[in-house]
């Protein structure tokens, strides 16, 4: 076995190079191709999520394995080679299983114990099976690592260390209220039909929003989608919505999320801008009317949504009021606020309107934001490069990982891990304190890479936006449960399992070439008893033929099942080349046999499971 899987994730590189390394499905497939092309790969597996982008290979050469590999992620990412690079990491045989097992397992997740990795993982076998990429290693790779992630949430409680990204997304717009009391009774419009977005559907639909709208570029998709939510029995109204739509259900919308295979943006900031300003008055915020955003500035009037207009006489009760109307030109104000009945504009609006572009100005002219709900963060990965075996400087991508051992390679992924963790040890604007004091009229929640929502609408007054950075922020301070000790156990066990179980396979067709040289020697050794002895009846001869063949098992039985024990153990790769030498066995006849099991395998093993 040689897997070697070269990647980025998360943890070695920032948002700004992942989104620009994503890859869509063409891309995918091209490049699981070219791998299979490439001298040193005899199959390869792509994993392409949001988080991290591996490219996993049976390679028979590990430095041109590794040149190989970096090059083709750089071609296929768009990202050029020196400068993807330093982000890269490389793990080799049994670190590269443990890696990926530790995947399976939520342990690596931007939110630990997320299970959405275990249906990425299945996809990502399912298009090396469909492409024929994956031969034997990949799929018993790939298959045990779907085993082992479904064991670790079926016999730990990894599920408690952390949530699903959409579950966490919601948290983090609800900032102050438990998610349920947050999303009761808003409206949620789900841009995309995806795996991603139907999960993000589901999850609003159990957590309690009145209405969800599905826009989707395939119109079937979306309406099979809205009507699965209606079906689901949590009481949630549901309809699809042509994407040519999305702008106009924006102004009705509460809640947004977003995740589509876009490669520009679905949303800009003046969709975003147009929508608030057309929509209905804001949610209250959770402060005194007196309360201050996170730049310091003070804003006079928190506005209700579910209150009524101002009236001449002043604010109405607070109560079940309707809906509001399509407003006119003229129903809100540049803050936001509403027209009384006749539709004429109060003095007390005219005032806060006034006050409020006082602030924006105030606060543009000193260099601050307002109502900003994004974070904005630059992972450097160390300061200080002489601790990293990787010299990005050196050239090109080739120069720099040139000569460089797989120990060295495999540490420059830590020594990347350790500048993202200087990073996020840095002060950072947390979503919490940017949102405080902002009555939030729409809040956003970006799921897709590349980014789906311009990451500038978080300095729209009104909109509070979460996209894969902040989340990757917020969950640096995510607690750690004491079951991620009992998976790690599981993965470190699984891996030994998996490795012992691979050389003893090695071995295998070997065993399988000289028990068939055995055979061989038997059936002539009895063709020539026969010339010899030609009197023997039938029942003679075969009696004959039994005891030789008796014999010959009996003398191999011992040295074939030790030299499988021995095999299965670190270390224990020579002894298929011994045997070999040892009876003098034809190369061809035990690559032969290797290919028929692997051929039986690939026509066994079906789809991933």
Not at 17 to 23: D, F, N, T
Not at 225 to 250: D, H, N, W
């Amino acid at each position: 076995m040689s897997l070697l899987v070269v990647g980025l994730s998360h943890r070695s590189a920032p948002v700004s190079v992942l989104e620009r390394a994503s890859l869509n499905a063409d891309a995918k497939a091209k490049l699981l191709h070219d791998t299979l092309a490439a001298e040193p790969a005899a199959e390869a597996a792509v994993l392409a999520t949001c988080n991290r982008i591996e490219l996993y290979a049976d390679v028979d050469k590990f430095h041109a394995g590794v040149a190989e590999l970096s090059t083709l992620l750089a071609q296929h990412s768009g990202v050029a080679l020196e400068e993807l690079t330093p982000y890269l990491y490389v793990h080799y045989e049994d670190r590269a299983v443990h890696h990926l097992f530790s995947v399976a397992c939520g342990l690596d997740s931007m939110v630990v114990g997320e299970g959405q990795i275990l249906g990425q993982i299945k996809d990502a076998l399912a298009l090396g099976q469909e492409l024929h990429t994956a031969g034997r290693l990949i799929n018993d790779l790939f298959q045990q690592a779907l085993r082992v992630g479904k064991r670790a949430h079926s016999e730990t409680g990894i599920d408690r260390a952390g949530q699903s990204l959409v579950t966490f997304g919601l948290e983090q717009l609800a900032v102050h209220l438990p998610v349920g009391e947050w999303a009761a009774g808003k409206r949620a419009l789900v841009i995309g039909a995806g795996s991603m977005s139907s999960l993000a559907a589901a999850t609003l639909a159990r957590v309690g929003v009145a209405e969800i709208v599905v826009a989707n570029r395939t119109a079937e998709r979306a309406e099979r989608l809205a009507e699965i939510l209606v079906a689901s029995g949590t009481g949630v109204g549901a309809r699809a919505v042509a994407m040519s739509a999305v702008a106009e259900e924006l102004t009705r919308v509460d809640v947004v999320v977003s995740c589509t295979g876009a490669t520009g943006l679905v949303l800009t900031g003046d969709d975003v801008a147009a929508a608030v300003s057309r929509g209905a008055a804001p949610d209250p915020a959770p402060q005194t009317p007196a309360g201050l955003d996170s730049a310091g500035v003070g804003l006079d009037v928190a506005v209700s949504r579910d209150s009524a207009a101002y009236t001449s006489a002043g604010l109405k009760d607070r109560g079940s009021a309707p809906d509001p109307a399509p407003q006119t030109p003229t129903g809100l104000d540049v803050a936001g606020v509403g027209l009384d009945g006749a539709g004429s504009r109060l003095d007390v609006a005219g005032a806060v309107a006034a006050g409020v572009v006082a602030r924006l100005a105030a606060a543009a002219a000193a260099g601050v934001r307002l109502a900003d709900a994004g974070v904005a963060r630059t992972i450097a990965p160390g300061t200080d490069r002489d601790d990293c075996p990787v010299d990005p400087a050196a050239g090109d991508g080739r120069a720099a990982i040139a000569g460089v051992d797989a120990s060295s390679l495999e540490l420059h992924g830590t020594w990347a891990d350790q500048g993202e963790a200087a990073a996020q040890r840095q002060p950072r604007r947390g979503v919490r304190a940017q949102v405080d004091g902002v009555a939030v009229r729409l809040a956003l929640l970006d799921l897709a890479m590349p980014r789906d929502i311009d990451a500038a609408v978080h300095r729209i007054p009104g909109v509070r936006l979460v996209d894969i950075e902040s989340l990757a922020e917020a969950s640096a301070d995510a607690p750690m449960a004491a079951d991620v000790d009992a998976v790690r156990g599981i993965v470190t066990e699984e891996v030994a399992a998996f490795g012992a179980a691979q050389r003893a396979a090695h071995i295998t067709p070997t065993v399988v070439a000289l028990r068939a040289m055995a055979a061989e020697v038997v059936a002539m050794e009895v063709a020539r008893l026969d010339g010899r002895v030609p009197d023997l009846d039938e029942r003679q001869r075969a009696e004959v033929t039994q005891t030789v063949r008796r014999v010959v098992d009996k003398l191999l039985h011992a040295p074939t099942v030790r030299v499988k024990q021995l095999a299965s153990e670190p270390g224990g790769a020579g002894y298929a080349e011994a045997l070999r030498e040892l009876f003098d066995l034809d190369p061809q006849t035990v690559a032969s046999v290797s290919r028929a099991d692997a051929a039986d395998q690939n026509d066994d093993s079906g789809r991933a499971s």
